[in-house]
């Protein structure tokens, strides 16, 4: 299967936020006795209530690090205290919505994917998701975000490859001791952390 490096990145900017994180959801109708695609979802990302910064589990003299650095990105404006959903749209060039995207079709099925995070009836939540393209509720919010190079979608929140990509880079500046002894299974996080150490290489004893 061919691998999309911006799906790739902004898929590894979510889990190191701590969304659990599912791509390419392809939806079907059945129409006169056959299913056809409907559209696919780029990204379905959840993230749980958790606070923000390091978790640390404390054994004697040490500590486990969970979460690789625990840090969430402020522009994410994520809410600790409630689920938090994203429903993305990932492009390579300009950020745009595919229409079927705020299909009500197609949002009762993605929140059906979900599961009862948000306590409201399904079709309340599609409304607002179709209509604001964000909706809270005291369990959880969810959003419609759009992942381009450029520009912006009115109504939703839009987030350049750019500031992903330098966000990650930060965070990997921020705690290289932790990143140095991590083994990458994700192709992204991996080549960023090459990056980083062809920079700043080891000193020959981190080398041995």
């Known amino acids: ?5 911006t799906l790739a990145v902004v898929s590894a900017y979510l889990r190191v936020n701590g969304y659990f994180v599912l791509t390419e959801l392809e939806f079907h109708e059945l129409r006169d006795g056959s299913y056809q695609t409907l ?13 923000r910064g390091p978790a640390h589990y404390h054994d004697g003299d040490g500590a486990v690090e969970c979460l ?3 840090e969430v990105d402020p522009v994410l404006d994520v809410a600790t205290d409630r689920v938090d959903v994203i429903i993305g749209e990932v492009k390579r060039g300009e950020a745009s919505l595919n229409p079927a995207l705020r299909s009500p079709a197609v949002l009762h099925a993605v929140l059906r994917r979900i599961g009862d ?3 409201l009836p399904v079709d309340r939540l599609v409304d607002g ?4 393209g964000s909706v809270s509720t005291p369990t959880a919010r969810l959003r419609i975000v759009a992942f381009g190079l450029r520009g912006g979608v009115a109504g939703v929140t839009t987030l350049h490859h750019d500031h ?6 930060e965070l990997m500046g921020r705690h290289r001791d932790l990143f140095e002894v991590t083994n990458f299974s994700d192709p992204i996080l991996s080549v960023l952390a090459l990056s980083a150490r062809i920079r700043e290489p080891f000193s020959p004893s981190d080398q041995e």
């Not at 299967?1 to 490096?5: G, L, V």
Request: aromatic content about 6%; glycine content about 2%.
């Open 129 to 132: 998701l179709a209509r604001d």
């Open 68 to 70: 690789l650095a625990g």
């Open 39 to 51: 559209t696919d979802v780029d990204v379905v990302a959840v993230r749980f209530p958790s606070h």
């Open 164 to 169: 992903l990509v330098r966000w990650l880079n």
């Open 117 to 119: 995070v948000a306590s």
């Open 1 to 5: 299967m061919k691998t999309d490096a």
